[in-house]
């Protein structure tokens, strides 16, 4: 790994005082790493600021540090995001992702392909004029397919879902683990790309969290998710 220049995405960062920080982040070559950045504030050191917020796009030359930490030795944003740090509803869709990314990433998932298919998807969210209203189910949708749950699409409005299973049944079944007829129906209308509204997009995606959540214990409560419903 060391000296080779790798594409990465920042999955978050720890203080360590006033200047310095551990940051994590997904190599695409290389999978999850962190690396001890001792100022964010030094101009001589080459990292800034904006290198550490979530989802920061980036092409470091990662080296060896000191005990489990590894260190930077060159960086740079690429593609520097625009839209996606600038405005509010995409930096509330930002916290989302990289919060959801941090709770369910691990080093057996962290591949290429799964690495090419987000940082994709962050580049239409930057478009300017791209509708980002489905972004939080879109995004949960793809992290369920590369960590080899992705959802089936059964008919619209006939089946119920069980998140704990990850299965349907038909309408009309009855267990305590099933999601509400309509939030059954709003994930099933989803799943065939229907754009729905509002209210029944955030049906579809705590239905899909639920189902996250049931295949990672201790998954605890998301701090951004009762921002992100504005959007």
Known sequence: MEDAAQSALVLGRTPQGDRALVLRMWLRDSGLWSAYVPSVRSAAGGFRPAMAQPLAALEVVPARGRG??????ESRLHPVWRRLH???SAQMLVMFAAEVLRRVLHE???????FDEALAMLNDWDTPGAPLARGPLDWTLLLCRH??????APEVGHWLFFPAEGKWAPLGSFASTACTPSASSALA???HGHEG?????????DAVLAYL???HPGW???????????L
Do not use: H
């Open 220 to 230: 605890g409560q998301l701090k951004s998710l009762d921002v992100l419903r504005s």
């Open 68 to 73: 489990s930490l590894g260190r930077i030795k």
């Open 213 to 215: 959540e049931a295949q």
């Open 197 to 205: 509204t509002r209210a029944s997009r955030n049906e579809a995606l």
């Open 189 to 191: 209308a989803a799943l």
């Open 147 to 152: 960590l080899g749950f992705e959802l089936e």
């Open 108 to 114: 057996g998932s962290a591949n290429g392909v799964f």
């Open 86 to 88: 600038d405005e509010p």
